[in-house]
Every structure is written in C-alpha cells, then in structure tokens.
C-alpha cells in the first residue's frame, strides 16, 4: 500500500488560517461508513446523531507554550517545538533553520547535543524544557497557517477541558466541542470520560516512506483512567471524540494495557474492537490521521466525502469544520 494513494487535491483557500469567531459554531459533515450515505449539519447539533448509553471520550491533554524562537550567539534566530519526553530518554525538539551540534541557543542555553535527522535534534538545557517552554513559548501554531500565533490562539488552540499538560500540538476535533454543547450531550444520556495522550511526532511526523508498512510511528505518552475503562465495558457504543482518543482505545485493546507508549499506526486493513464512531476533524493529504480515518471509513466513502465537503466550502485541518463517522 502506498502513501500516494492517500492523496487528493486541497485547495489553499479550502484550510481554515484562523479559528471560527465562536467556538462551535463550525459545520459538521456526518458520513455512514456502511452505506457511504453524507449529510450536511452543524457541530452543535452532534446530540442529535448520539444516543442515550452512547460513550463519547475525550482527550484531556493540554498543549504546551512549545514554539520557542530563540538565538544563536551571533544573532541568528532559530525558532524550536519542543517535543514530549518518555521516560529517561533525551529531550528533543523540532527545529526550523540550520543547526549543528554543540550550538548552544538562548533564551534557556539550551545545547543541541545530537542532530537525529527530519528536523529533529537531542538537546541539553538548564532547565526542563516544558518549563522553559511554559516562560518563553508560545502557542504551537501548525506551519500550513503561515503565521504567528495572536492571545486569541492561546484559549483556542486549547480544549475547554485542557487539563493534563505535556503536548506538542491540539486534539483539533475537540477544539470544536463547547461547555453548553458536553452539557446537551449528557443531558441526553450520553456518558462521558477522559483518557490522556499526549500529542506529538506519532501524530504530526509527515510520513518519508513511499510503502505505508515501512513508516514507524513515533510513541506517544497514554493514561486511560479505571472509570473510564468501566464505561467502556458498558457503553452501548464508544464514540472517540479525534483520532488520538481512536489509537488510544485501539492500542489498549490490542495489548490491554492502561497506560504507557502509544505507536500503533491505523491504515486501511486495520480491524476496529472498541470505536463504533469517530469524530474527527478533515486532515491534509497523506498524513497518518487521514489513513486512520480511510481505515475506519472506508478510503472510497472517505474520498467522497472529502470531495463533498471540498464542494460544500467546507473549511480543512486543525480549526476548521468536523466529520461524524459513525
């Protein structure tokens, strides 16, 4: 299977550069995986596609300050995302701009230690990186916006329920979720529950492999809490609110673990156990969450959609509109 065939044409004016001026008010695109049937509708109107007994679940991850412009000692600017750190390993970060080993970049003397390839190096720094993220960072806008995150950015590239911090860029289906819009839901009876995983290169890494077998996923930190787990066990169905809640549940089913490193990669061929339903935002060609998404739909009722909405003036990527898969 090739990463090419994961293609389809995406029109610039088609990504949403700036979040709806309220939250909520984006579109919602509701696709029959069996019957390839679409409707148009609205995200605050999701109630109305859910049932009493239905489990939707939520990343409560919440994303650090991680874009970090720093300087040389000759006042070249770099600019640095720092990434989630497992473990004891090293601490890492993307970087834009040329670095070599042993520069050393202000503020934090943060010293790049090894260069690992793709953009990414292995640093040394005074203090944790998270920390210095959380005093000198900002919001880590995506890079197909072509812009500086606003105050703005900081409330909306954030879940209303952000609660454990430690990733590296939003759950973006759930940025489109509202306090009035959770509170509808379970006064439906539909249950709702957390897990955390905190969001990083094994969501966001393009794929360089032409063959989808040859891409490794890079890990990702996962908890998912014992009441959520008795929820999942008598849930009528499990709807995962974004394909990071999708490999969560997928990668505790495939190995029953609760908590630990996330690196199941979905593509078409994959066999669901626990996701009944997916809301998921529509992703950029050839990205890993788009063949998660072609995995649970189907490619071919994916494919139609994507050209529905493109039609429709749907609005793309991470603040734009959502879909419904169920």
Same mark, same amino acid.
């Given at each position: &299977?090739?990463?090419?065939? #994961?293609? *389809?044409?995406?029109?610039?004016?088609?990504?949403?550069?700036?979040?709806?001026?309220?939250?909520?008010?984006? %579109?919602?695109?509701?696709?029959?995986?069996?019957?390839?049937?679409?409707? @148009?509708? /609205? +995200?605050?109107?999701?109630? @109305?596609?859910?049932?009493?007994?239905?489990?939707?679940?939520?990343?409560?991850?919440?994303? &650090?300050?991680?874009?970090?412009?720093?300087?040389?000692?000759?006042?070249?600017? %770099?600019?640095?995302?720092?990434?989630?750190? /497992?473990?004891?390993?090293?601490?890492?970060? &993307? !970087? %834009?701009?040329?670095?070599?080993?042993?520069?050393?970049?202000?503020?934090?003397?943060?010293?790049?230690?090894?260069?690992?390839?793709?953009?990414?190096? =292995?640093?040394?720094?005074?203090?944790?990186?998270s920390t210095l993220a959380e005093k000198y960072g900002t919001v880590p806008l995506p890079p197909y916006l072509h812009r500086d995150?606003?105050?703005? @950015?900081?409330? %909306? !590239?954030?879940?209303?329920?952000?609660?454990?911090?430690?990733?590296?860029?939003?759950?973006?289906?759930?940025?489109? &979720?509202? =306090?009035?819009?959770?509170?509808?839901?379970?006064?439906?009876?539909?249950?709702?529950? +957390?897990?955390?995983? /905190?969001?990083?290169l094994g969501t966001f890494l393009p794929i360089r492999t032409e063959n989808l077998e040859d891409h490794q996923m890079h890990s990702?930190? $996962?908890?998912?809490?014992?009441?959520?787990?008795?929820?999942?066990?008598?849930?009528?169905?499990?709807?995962?609110?974004?394909?990071?809640?999708?490999?969560?549940?997928?990668?505790?089913?495939?190995?029953?673990?609760? =908590?630990?490193?996330?690196?199941?990669?979905?593509?078409?061929? #994959?066999?669901?156990?626990?996701?009944?339903?997916?809301?998921?935002? #529509? /992703?950029?060609?050839?990205?890993?969450?788009?063949?998660?998404a072609s995995a649970f739909a189907g490619w071919d009722n994916l494919k139609n959609a994507y050209n529905h909405a493109i039609e =429709?003036? $749907?609005?793309?990527?991470? *603040?734009? @509109?959502?879909?419904?898969?169920?």
């Amino acid at each position: &299977m090739l990463v090419s065939d #994961f293609n *389809y044409d995406l029109p610039e004016d088609r990504i949403a550069k700036f979040p709806p001026k309220v939250r909520g008010t984006t %579109r919602l695109l509701v696709l029959n995986r069996e019957s390839g049937e679409i409707k @148009d509708s /609205h +995200y605050k109107d999701l109630a @109305d596609f859910l049932n009493p007994g239905d489990l939707l679940i939520l990343n409560d991850t919440r994303v &650090m300050q991680s874009r970090i412009f720093c300087s040389l000692p000759d006042g070249r600017q %770099r600019e640095l995302v720092v990434l989630e750190k /497992h473990g004891n390993e090293p601490q890492r970060v &993307m !970087y %834009r701009g040329k670095l070599h080993e042993g520069d050393v970049l202000n503020p934090g003397n943060i010293i790049i230690t090894k260069i690992l390839g793709n953009g990414i190096a =292995e640093v040394e720094s005074d203090a944790l990186l998270s920390t210095l993220a959380e005093k000198y960072g900002t919001v880590p806008l995506p890079p197909y916006l072509h812009r500086d995150a606003t105050d703005d @950015d900081k409330k %909306r !590239y954030q879940t209303v329920w952000a609660k454990h911090i430690g990733s590296a860029a939003a759950p973006t289906a759930s940025l489109n &979720m509202t =306090e009035e819009l959770l509170e509808r839901l379970k006064q439906k009876g539909v249950i709702i529950k +957390y897990l955390t995983l /905190h969001v990083g290169l094994g969501t966001f890494l393009p794929i360089r492999t032409e063959n989808l077998e040859d891409h490794q996923m890079h890990s990702e930190w $996962y908890h998912i809490p014992q009441d959520t787990l008795v929820a999942i066990k008598d849930a009528k169905k499990v709807v995962a609110l974004g394909t990071t809640v999708a490999r969560t549940l997928e990668y505790y089913a495939k190995t029953g673990q609760t =908590e630990g490193e996330d690196d199941i990669f979905i593509y078409p061929g #994959f066999e669901f156990k626990l996701v009944d339903a997916l809301i998921t935002n #529509f /992703h950029a060609p050839k990205s890993t969450v788009l063949m998660l998404a072609s995995a649970f739909a189907g490619w071919d009722n994916l494919k139609n959609a994507y050209n529905h909405a493109i039609e =429709e003036k $749907y609005n793309f990527l991470s *603040y734009g @509109d959502s879909m419904l898969i169920c």
